[in-house]
Protein backbone atom coordinates (compact mmCIF):
# COMPACT_ATOMS: atom_id res chain seq x y z
CA UNK A 1 0.00 0.00 0.00
CA UNK A 2 1.65 3.17 -0.77
CA UNK A 3 0.74 6.06 1.66
CA UNK A 4 1.54 9.61 0.28
CA UNK A 5 2.62 12.45 2.14
CA UNK A 6 2.87 15.98 0.52
CA UNK A 7 4.66 18.88 1.86
CA UNK A 8 5.52 22.86 0.32
CA UNK A 9 2.16 24.01 1.62
CA UNK A 10 2.75 28.03 3.16
CA UNK A 11 1.14 31.46 3.00
CA UNK A 12 2.35 33.52 -1.00
CA UNK A 13 0.96 36.30 -2.01
CA UNK A 14 -1.00 36.41 -5.34
CA UNK A 15 1.17 36.49 -8.55
CA UNK A 16 3.95 34.25 -6.73
CA UNK A 17 5.00 30.45 -7.14
CA UNK A 18 5.09 27.37 -4.98
CA UNK A 19 6.32 24.03 -5.31
CA UNK A 20 4.30 20.72 -3.64
CA UNK A 21 6.30 18.05 -3.10
CA UNK A 22 4.76 14.16 -2.43
CA UNK A 23 6.78 11.41 -1.18
CA UNK A 24 5.13 7.97 0.13
CA UNK A 25 6.03 5.35 2.25
CA UNK A 26 5.16 1.92 1.71
CA UNK A 27 5.49 0.71 -1.94
CA UNK A 28 7.21 2.27 -4.53
CA UNK A 29 5.60 5.67 -5.63
CA UNK A 30 7.22 5.68 -8.97
CA UNK A 31 5.12 2.27 -10.34
CA UNK A 32 1.62 4.19 -9.59
CA UNK A 33 0.00 7.19 -11.59
CA UNK A 34 -0.45 10.33 -8.49
CA UNK A 35 -2.97 13.16 -9.37
CA UNK A 36 -2.96 16.34 -6.55
CA UNK A 37 -6.78 17.58 -5.82
CA UNK A 38 -7.18 20.24 -3.50
CA UNK A 39 -10.53 21.17 -1.19
CA UNK A 40 -11.40 24.80 -0.05
CA UNK A 41 -13.36 25.30 3.03
CA UNK A 42 -17.15 25.16 1.98
CA UNK A 43 -16.47 23.93 -0.66
CA UNK A 44 -16.30 19.87 -2.22
CA UNK A 45 -12.80 18.44 -3.31
CA UNK A 46 -11.58 18.25 -7.04
CA UNK A 47 -9.25 17.54 -9.13
CA UNK A 48 -6.44 19.49 -10.05
CA UNK A 49 -3.42 17.54 -12.21
CA UNK A 50 -2.38 14.24 -12.64
CA UNK A 51 0.47 12.16 -13.87
CA UNK A 52 0.81 8.95 -15.73
CA UNK A 53 3.60 6.82 -13.57
CA UNK A 54 6.01 6.91 -15.85
CA UNK A 55 5.68 11.15 -16.46
CA UNK A 56 4.87 10.63 -19.62
CA UNK A 57 0.81 11.66 -19.59
CA UNK A 58 -0.34 14.52 -17.99
CA UNK A 59 -4.01 15.94 -17.17
CA UNK A 60 -4.99 19.67 -15.89
CA UNK A 61 -7.94 21.06 -14.56
CA UNK A 62 -9.46 23.97 -16.92
CA UNK A 63 -8.74 26.31 -13.83
CA UNK A 64 -5.14 25.89 -13.50
CA UNK A 65 -4.03 25.06 -17.26
CA UNK A 66 -1.02 26.97 -18.55
CA UNK A 67 -0.64 28.03 -14.61
CA UNK A 68 0.06 24.47 -12.99
CA UNK A 69 2.50 22.01 -13.92
CA UNK A 70 2.88 18.18 -12.65
CA UNK A 71 5.87 16.47 -13.15
CA UNK A 72 7.78 13.34 -11.29
CA UNK A 73 11.52 12.22 -10.56
CA UNK A 74 10.63 8.42 -10.20
CA UNK A 75 14.40 7.98 -9.09
CA UNK A 76 13.69 10.20 -5.89
CA UNK A 77 10.00 8.23 -5.75
CA UNK A 78 8.90 12.45 -5.66
CA UNK A 79 5.92 13.58 -7.46
CA UNK A 80 5.70 17.55 -7.74
CA UNK A 81 3.12 20.63 -8.54
CA UNK A 82 4.51 23.36 -9.48
CA UNK A 83 1.94 26.40 -9.08
CA UNK A 84 2.95 29.87 -11.20
CA UNK A 85 0.59 32.79 -11.11
CA UNK A 86 -1.23 32.11 -8.13
CA UNK A 87 -4.40 33.52 -7.57
CA UNK A 88 -6.56 33.67 -3.90
CA UNK A 89 -8.86 30.91 -5.42
CA UNK A 90 -5.89 29.00 -5.40
CA UNK A 91 -6.38 28.92 -1.55
CA UNK A 92 -7.52 25.42 -0.66
CA UNK A 93 -5.89 21.95 1.22
CA UNK A 94 -4.17 20.36 -1.43
CA UNK A 95 -4.18 16.45 -1.30
CA UNK A 96 -1.61 14.37 -3.29
CA UNK A 97 -3.14 10.58 -4.61
CA UNK A 98 -2.44 7.56 -6.06
CA UNK A 99 -4.25 5.12 -8.60
CA UNK A 100 -5.65 1.85 -6.83
CA UNK A 101 -3.72 0.31 -9.23
CA UNK A 102 -0.06 0.36 -11.03
CA UNK A 103 1.77 1.57 -14.15
CA UNK A 104 -1.64 3.77 -14.99
CA UNK A 105 -1.94 7.06 -17.30
CA UNK A 106 -2.98 10.05 -16.39
CA UNK A 107 -6.59 10.42 -15.29
CA UNK A 108 -8.90 12.85 -13.60
CA UNK A 109 -11.42 10.46 -11.58
CA UNK A 110 -11.29 10.37 -8.31
CA UNK A 111 -12.63 7.21 -7.51
CA UNK A 112 -9.73 5.64 -9.53
CA UNK A 113 -7.60 6.99 -6.61
CA UNK A 114 -7.34 4.71 -3.29
CA UNK A 115 -4.65 6.54 -1.36
CA UNK A 116 -4.41 9.93 0.14
CA UNK A 117 -2.31 11.86 1.87
CA UNK A 118 -3.58 14.37 4.78
CA UNK A 119 -3.06 17.20 2.55
CA UNK A 120 -0.86 20.36 2.88
CA UNK A 121 -2.09 24.09 2.88
CA UNK A 122 -1.86 26.55 0.79
CA UNK A 123 -3.25 30.03 1.15
CA UNK A 124 -3.45 32.90 -1.62
CA UNK A 125 -3.32 36.05 0.17
CA UNK A 126 -1.83 39.48 0.27
Known amino acids: QVQPVESGGELVQPGGSLKLSCVAS????????AGWFRQAPGKEREFVAS????????VYADSVKGRFAITRDNAKETVYLQMNSLKPEDTAVYYC???????????????????WGQGTQVTVSS
Open 26 to 33: GQKLSTYD
Open 51 to 58: IGWDGRST
Open 97 to 115: ATDRYRYGVANRRQREFGS
